[in-house]
């Protein structure tokens, strides 16, 4: 059995159950991920406001094709690449790059309708040439959240400079949604074939791609030319802190404006900091992770649905997500993450029940001791 994680944060900017093959086990699903910041914290300097956070990963590369690490989209999405649809925080869709989008009756063709007067940071202009040719690189990406949207797109086109028909093999209610995600970056035409894409990044943003010193930090810069409302900061520094108790520490001792994320050793902290600081606020934001268990019904055991049953009803989902989230998290048989996809989380068939899991293990012929699950933590981001 392995767990498997992943996560996403904005950090800036505007910002199944089917028994077959391996089943699902879900045991907690991540409601939010926890933000510390000094309330009305912000460095100034005589080049304007600078605002600096810390966040627990490093990439290796800032190719959001071929490095599926949430650390390249944390500080990069929406503040130096942007995508052609955003998402608002109750999960609805609204046009970025795109100002809006037409759907066909058959739900077959897609045509989207370009915001004019963008520019890139390399001062070139934002036209449907670097739309069709983004989609059709991002088709070639070797990460699967920026290929797999277009494996049912089978034409992009331009119909004109502001105007781009996408044609799909079959309906896609999800095509629109993941456009807001990495399948959705845009960037200049011929921009891989010019650049090195692991160092060398260029969008639309309110933000500029800087300065990037390895194992220290990315320092990002006011975009003086991005079509929408300037940010109020013309500095923002995003430094790469592994260790949560340091970060922390940082926060307290006035290094960070906020911590970005708080996911592992530092839960134990968050709340005793805010609580014992007036001037630090936690705030909860909804998270997109979910955590599950994987069986593998080529082992014996696990073939009887009896087992895999006994198995959900001897989890206790919430004595799980106290002890590894603080009680930060909602427990969930679901894939889907509410702030993500609209869903009923509270769909749970399978309750807390250990004198049930002990009636179905012995069904299935299982006694005390005889059945023992042994399996490694993975987390993947």
Do not use: C
Not at 142 to 167: C, E, F, G, H
Not at 254 to 268: P, R, T
């Amino acid at each position: 059995m392995t767990a498997s994680e992943a996560r996403d944060q904005e950090p800036v900017s505007k910002k199944y159950r089917k028994e077959s093959g391996m089943e699902k086990l879900l045991h907690r699903s991540f409601a939010v991920a926890i933000v510390l910041l000094v309330l009305g914290a912000a460095t100034v300097f005589a080049g304007g406001r600078t605002v600096t956070w810390s966040y627990s990963q490093e990439p290796p590369n800032w190719d959001y094709r071929t490095t599926g690490l949430t650390a390249v989209t944390a500080p990069l999405l929406l503040n130096v690449w942007e995508t052609l649809i955003q998402l608002e925080a109750d999960g609805t869709s609204v046009g970025l790059l795109a100002k809006s989008w037409d759907e066909s009756s058959d739900g077959l063709k897609v045509t989207f309708n370009l915001r004019q007067g963008v520019k890139f940071h390399d001062g070139s202009d934002f036209t449907a040439a670097d739309v069709v040719y983004s989609m059709n690189s991002n088709k070639k990406a070797s990460v699967d959240r920026t290929k797999t949207p277009y494996l049912n797109v089978t034409d992009a086109k331009a119909i004109d400079d502001y105007t781009v028909q996408v044609t799909l093999a079959k309906p896609d209610i999800r095509f629109i949604y993941n456009m807001s995600d990495r399948a959705g970056i845009m960037v200049p035409e011929g921009f891989f074939e010019a650049n090195d894409e692991a160092t060398t990044v260029i969008g639309t943003g309110p933000y500029v791609f800087a300065e990037y010193r390895i194992d220290q930090d990315l320092t990002m810069t006011r975009f003086e030319d991005y079509w929408g409302d300037k940010p109020y900061f013309k500095t923002a520094v995003h430094r790469f802190i592994p260790d949560e108790t340091a970060a922390i520490n940082a926060l307290l001792g006035g290094d960070l404006d906020f911590v970005a994320s708080v996911i592992a050793e530092g839960m134990d902290r968050v709340f005793t900091v805010s609580k014992n600081n007036d001037n630090i606020e936690l705030m909860l934001v909804p998270g997109t992770e979910v955590s599950y268990w994987l069986l593998d019904t080529n082992v014996e055991a696990f073939q009887d649905i009896r087992v895999r049953q006994a198995i959900q009803h001897g989890h206790n989902r919430q004595a799980h997500i106290d002890a590894a989230t603080a009680g930060t998290a909602t427990p969930s048989a679901s894939m889907a993450v509410p702030s993500g996809v609209a869903w009923d989380s509270n769909y749970t068939p399978y309750p807390y029940n250990p004198a049930k899991a002990v009636q179905l293990l012995e069904e299935a012929g299982y006694g005390p001791g005889e059945l023992v699950l042994d399996f490694p933590f993975a987390n993947v981001a």
